[in-house]
């Protein structure tokens, strides 16, 4: 008797990912018509959106500056079980989908300490200045005081962290980093999913650097982000960080209807290895 695979072995890490922002085995007659006429107005679009978003992130008070953001890169918001953190210590747990995701969670999840984002990916001037306040994560092998560090900062404020540590294409999710769950602090998760107009151009492809893929996410007509708080939620008495983690990423793919996978960032890398070696070939 044949089983049935799980989930899981149904999904392979390559189906998590991205592989080219335009994906061409999608593309019809009607497709491609409809690009060309919405690429002389995307292209400005584009631009004048990056302009207004860096704008807003350096003028408007932190309080407002993630919703502005949000609505002047074409993000509508469509939050379910909305959550204000009126106090500190509190660690707000997401999974990733798009480099945009740290402005969303935000806007949704109103924090009146300061919110910090946790940058897994690589840190330049522009996420910098769109994230802050910000916690970098170093390269390997220099994150030794980075748990410390995060407790420092939530005696103070609150942590925004995406455990998966890097973006999917949201078919999955993949294993949490236990690092969010072993702060002692309380965790409130978040789901989030987003519906976009053209879903032949896809954000954070293997193929690309950081500010190309959020230039593809601007170029879109909109975005609809739909966010659902999930509640705060702390580790049972005898529930391990790794139980903890576990479950906190099942609630969160229940919430999607998606499977989870013991897949991690580490395969995303791999497979961008793969990539550039097989181009190098060709």
Known sequence: MNVPPTPEQALQA?????RDNLDLDQMTPLRWILLALWTPIGLPLMAVRAALAIGASLVVPPRY????????TGIFLVVRNKTKIRDHGVVV????????????VRAAVRSTKPLATLLWHKVNRLNKIMARPSIPV???GKNRQLTEKIKTYLRKGNVLLFPEATVTDGSGLLRFERMAFSLDARVVLVAIRHRRPLPF?????????????????LFQPWIVAEIECLGVHTPGPDESFEDFAKRSQ?????????PTTSYTWRDRRRLMVELKRTKERT
């Open 14 to 18: 390559e189906d998590l990912f991205y």
């Open 65 to 72: 500056r993630a919703w502005w953001v949000t609505f002047l």
């Open 93 to 104: 747990v997401s999974n990733h989908i798009s480099y945009l995701d740290g402005m969303t």
């Open 138 to 140: 170093m390269e390997s």
């Open 201 to 217: 151009i896809h954000p954070s492809a293997l193929r690309e650097k950081l500010i190309i893929q959020v230039f593809f996410e």
């Open 250 to 258: 099942q609630l969160i793919a229940d919430a999607l209807g998606v």
